[in-house]
């Protein structure tokens, strides 16, 4: 075998996993508009719940009309209910922090924070290299984040509400680094499904305690009906058949297309004023989302 054959093929399942997980992110930044817009008055953690039970239950039902359910003895109890577990624990502490530290700085920690945690439990646990282009990328993404997020708006800095993020992004990169072992040997439907599922009924208590009168309303209605099968089945959908295909620390940075839509949106759609800050922000947050998308994805794992 000639030196040119050792080299490893590129995979171009890697790009396009890249291309999944960006579309995820890009759905994940449309639920603050779609709040906004519906005037939808729910309790943060009730919308968490009830986003888990809706997105769950589609996707079971999607898992089942494509006849991809697992037996329950098919899957790894311990890594599932870790999974479930930390999806629900991101879920309590992002919307709790945002209550206690608002949208922009709850958003800049909760998902700015993610990429690091990822990137540190990828290598630690998965034996992931990051590589220069992924530190690059995360650098330049996380700081247009602060540049973008951390400007907007009156700042509100609640010492618990930043633990709170911090806990989110730390649990939304453990969800990660687990989903990623359990598609090794489950298909993405079957296991966004059963994990989602296990996630809401861990917040069903949530959902007795709460006011839900807010979901009578039309507005409340299709705000979390937009949550649970856009934001939340479509989103993970894409999400977990893009990270069969990619890093955990990949797919952590990716995710921060989030904030950038969600910063997008709010000018387009709400009316909300660009600073210049805010535009070298974006550039920068771009700049580094493009970075890690367009490199060659041949160590994809």
């Not at 479930?84 to 209550?99: T, W």
């Not at 649990?171 to 989602?196: D, H, N």
Request: glycine content about 14%.
């Amino acid at each position: 075998m000639s030196a040119g054959q050792n080299k490893p093929p590129f995979k171009p399942a890697g790009r396009r996993g890249n291309l999944l997980v960006l579309a995820a992110a890009v759905l994940w930044g449309t639920t603050g508009t779609a709040q906004a817009l519906a005037h939808a008055g729910g309790q943060p953690a009730a919308v968490g719940a009830l986003r888990l039970l809706i997105g769950g239950a589609a996707l079971l039902a999607i898992a089942a009309f494509r006849k991809k359910l697992p037996k329950f003895s098919d899957l790894p109890l311990k890594r599932t209910l870790l999974a479930a577990g930390f999806i629900a624990v991101y879920q309590l502490c992002f919307f709790a922090a945002v209550a206690r530290t608002g949208v922009a700085v709850g958003t800049m920690v909760g998902i700015g924070s993610a990429p690091i945690f990822g990137g540190l439990l990828g290598a630690g646990l998965r034996k992931e290299k990051l590589g220069n282009a992924w530190l690059a990328a995360t650098a330049l993404a996380m700081v247009g984040c602060v540049l973008m997020v951390g400007v907007r708006g009156s700042v509100t800095v609640d010492p618990l509400g930043i633990v709170l993020a911090v806990g989110a992004g730390l649990a939304y990169a453990a969800f990660t680094l687990v989903s990623k072992g359990l598609l090794e040997g489950q298909p993405p439907e079957a296991v966004s499904g059963v994990v989602f599922s296990l996630g809401s009924l861990l917040l069903l208590p949530v959902l007795f305690t709460s006011n839900l009168a807010w979901l009578g309303q039309v507005g409340g209605l299709l705000a979390m009906l937009h949550l649970g099968l856009v934001a939340t089945t479509l989103a993970y959908l894409l999400f977990t058949h893009g990270l069969q295909h990619i890093k955990v620390s990949t797919a952590t940075t990716l995710s921060l297309a989030e904030p950038l839509t969600a910063g997008m949106l709010g000018v387009v759609i709400l009316g909300e004023q660009l600073t210049p800050v805010t535009v070298v922000g974006i550039l920068l947050l771009f700049g580094g989302l493009a970075l890690i998308t367009l490199k060659d994805s041949r160590a994809a794992s």
